[in-house]
């Protein structure tokens, strides 16, 4: 989902945060929820967009223990025109890769 209460400098700093993820089965059934504490850190500006990489492991609730990647790539244009607006950035989106892998056991 979008990225709520972004500023315009935070794709272009270092970050860390907690994400709650809440799991869904069949139906819209809740399945769960994952606590993952992560860091983000811009890997790559391009003259079209900028790719953010967020990697964690997840703290608290299902699958303790696993690693995540997500990496979320932001449109330049969208950065700009939204950020020289009074109300600057209020969220992010873009298309996302989101993986988590369990621990080795």
């Given amino acids: 989902g979008p990225i709520k ?4 400098l935070d794709t272009l700093l270092f970050s860390s945060g907690t994400l709650r993820l809440t799991w869904r089965g069949p ?7 994952s606590e993952v504490f992560f860091s983000s850190i811009v890997t790559g500006v391009e003259d079209v ?3 953010v990489t967020d990697t964690g492991t997840v703290t608290a609730g299902k699958f303790v223990g ?3 990647v997500r990496v979320t790539t932001f449109a330049n244009n969208i950065l700009a025109l939204q950020c ?5 950035l209020s969220d992010l ?3 996302m890769t989101f993986v988590l892998t369990p621990p080795l056991l």
């Fill in 5 to 8: 209460n972004a500023s315009c």
């Fill in 27 to 33: 139906g819209g059934a809740s399945a769960g929820e």
């Fill in 49 to 51: 967009a900028t790719i």
């Fill in 66 to 68: 696993a690693k995540m």
């Fill in 84 to 88: 020289v607006t009074p109300e600057g």
């Fill in 93 to 95: 989106n873009g298309p």
